[in-house]
C-alpha cells in the first residue's frame, strides 16, 4: 500500500497536480524528482535562460534563442530530477535522521534503491538526449558538469560550505546558453557563471536555515551553520558578490539600459531578502528561497527587452 507524502514536508507545493491527480504507483517516483518542487528546476533554468539573453545581446539578436530555451527548459527539469534522484541514493539513510527528509521516498521505503537507479538513468538518457541537439563544445561543456554533481552529495559530510559545490553545479547553465550560442567560452560568460555560484551558494544558505537543528543532531555540514549568527551578513556578501559579477558580465557583453535597470530590480530583491532573513523562522527561509525565481525572472526578462530594444 503506497504510503501518502508527508504534509508536513514544507517545500512541496500544496495541491500540486503530481500529489493530486498523478497514478498512485507513479507518486513516488515523481516525489524523487521533487516535480511537486518546481523551484529547483527553475532555479537550474534561469542561469541557462540568463546566458543564452547574454550571447543574444552579445551576438545583437533580437532575442535569445527560443530552441535553445525550450531545450534548456526540458533538460533543467530532467536533470533536476536526475540530480536529486542520486543525491537521494547516497543520502537514504542520512535522510533518516532530519525531520524534513525522513519521508522522502527512499528512506520512507515508497521505492526501492533498485527503482531509484532505473529512474535515474532514464532521467539521464531524456537529459543525454537533450545535450546531444547542440554542438559539439556546449556537448562537452555540459559533460564536464557531471563530475561536480556526483561530488555534491558528500560535501556536507566534511566540508563546512557544501553549498559552493553545489552553486558550481546549479549555475552551470550560465555557461551552457553562451557556449550553445557561439561554440565557445568568453568573459562574459565565465562573469555570469561566477555572479551565478554566488546567488546559489546565497539562496541554498537562507533555504538550510530550515535544518540548522537537525543538521546539528545528523552532524550535518551546511554555510547556514557555518555563518551561524552573521548569516545575514554571510548572504548578503554573496548576493554583492553575486551583483558585482553579473554587473560585469552585462558591461563584456555590451547590454544597455533594460539590463541593467533589471539588474538594479533584481538587487533589490535580493536586498529585501537579506533584510528578512530570520535564523528562527523556518517557514520564511522557504518563503525567501522560493522568491528568488520571481528575481531570475526579473533578470531575464530586462535581457530579452535589451535584445528587442
Known sequence: MERPADPSLPDAVKGHWAERSAPAGLKPYLRLARIERPIGWWLLLLPCWWSAALAAIAAGQPWPNPVHCLLFLIGAVAMRGAGCTYNDIVDRDLDTRVERTRQRPLPSDQVTLKGALAFLALQGILGLLVLLQFNAFAIATGFASLGIVALYPFMKRFFWMPQIVLGLAFAWGALMGWTAAFGSLGWAAILLYLG?????????????????????????????????????????????????????SLVLAGAGVPSFAGLSLFAVHLGWQVARIDRADGTGALRLFRSNRDAGLILFAAMTLDCLV
Request: glycine fraction near 10%; proline fraction near 0%; charged fraction near 20%.
Open 196 to 248: 551565478s555560484i554566488a546567488w546559489v551558494v546565497g539562496y541554498d544558505t537562507i533555504y538550510a536555515l530550515q535544518d540548522i537543528e537537525d543538521d546539528e543532531i545528523a552532524g550535518i555540514k551546511s554555510s547556514a551553520r557555518f555563518f551561524g549568527e552573521n548569516v545575514k551578513l554571510g548572504v548578503g556578501i554573496c548576493y554583492a558578490l553575486t551583483i558585482v559579477s553579473i554587473t560585469a
